[in-house]
């Protein structure tokens, strides 16, 4: 199929905003809870030396609960939700579905399933740890790519078409 045929990588980098802004405001959340029940300790120094006070600041317990919950916790259960259940079955994302494309077999045309869509997204986050070149690298590889496949999609034999893309017949 041309190119065309597939998804643009602008689509692509709307579709991932989309799908990281439950993440953004739940990380907000825990970090606004972590520094908003911070605590103050101080102690006087009763030594030879007498020294005076001495304050120090720190995180609350309740801080460290929350940021535990919505800046780790939750995002986490959220990514494998909305990218290993959601999209391995249905093929899209909640960011994908907005923007109107899936995430498909080269080879079958469907959804790869649960365990294949969140290695997939392994990948990138493998990609991203190891090495900034290799994460923009294979991000940007759908800009030269004739089936606008990144290398993640390239490793998993995945290419993301429109939602009413059928093999054989471009919708284009």
């Given at each position: 199929?041309?190119?065309?045929?597939?998804?643009?990588?602008?689509?692509?980098?709307?579709a991932?905003?989309?799908d990281?802004?439950?993440?953004?405001?739940?990380?907000?959340?825990?970090?606004?809870?972590?520094?908003?029940?911070?605590?103050?300790e101080?102690?006087?120094d009763?030594?030879?030396?007498?020294?005076?006070?001495?304050?120090?600041?720190?995180?609350?317990?309740?801080?460290?609960?929350?940021?535990?919950?919505f800046?780790?916790?939750?995002?986490?259960?959220?990514g494998v939700?909305?990218?290993?259940y959601?999209?391995?079955?249905?093929g899209?994302?909640i960011?994908?579905?907005?923007?109107?494309?899936?995430?498909?077999?080269?080879?079958?045309?469907?959804?790869?399933?649960?365990?294949?869509s969140?290695?997939?997204?392994?990948?990138y986050?493998?990609?991203?740890a190891?090495?900034?070149?290799?994460?923009?690298?294979?991000?940007?590889f759908p800009?030269?790519?004739?089936?606008?496949?990144?290398?993640?999609?390239?490793?998993?034999?995945?290419?993301?078409?429109?939602l009413?893309?059928?093999?054989?017949?471009?919708?284009?």
């Open positions: 199929m041309p190119q065309e045929a597939y998804t643009s990588w602008g689509t692509r980098v709307l991932w905003l989309i990281y802004v439950p993440v953004i405001i739940l990380t907000g959340i825990g970090y606004g809870l972590l520094m908003g029940t911070r605590e103050t101080c102690i006087t009763s030594s030879e030396y007498q020294m005076g006070e001495f304050c120090a600041e720190g995180a609350s317990t309740l801080g460290q609960l929350s940021f535990g919950l800046g780790v916790l939750l995002p986490l259960a959220y939700w909305n990218y290993g959601r999209q391995g079955t249905t899209s994302s960011g994908k579905s907005v923007m109107k494309f899936k995430v498909v077999s080269e080879k079958t045309w469907q959804p790869i399933g649960f365990g294949l969140l290695v997939r997204e392994i990948i986050w493998v990609a991203s190891a090495c900034g070149v290799v994460w923009l690298v294979a991000v940007l800009l030269w790519d004739p089936k606008r496949q990144s290398l993640a999609d390239k490793i998993m034999t995945t290419v993301c078409v429109p009413d893309q059928t093999p054989g017949q471009p919708n284009y």
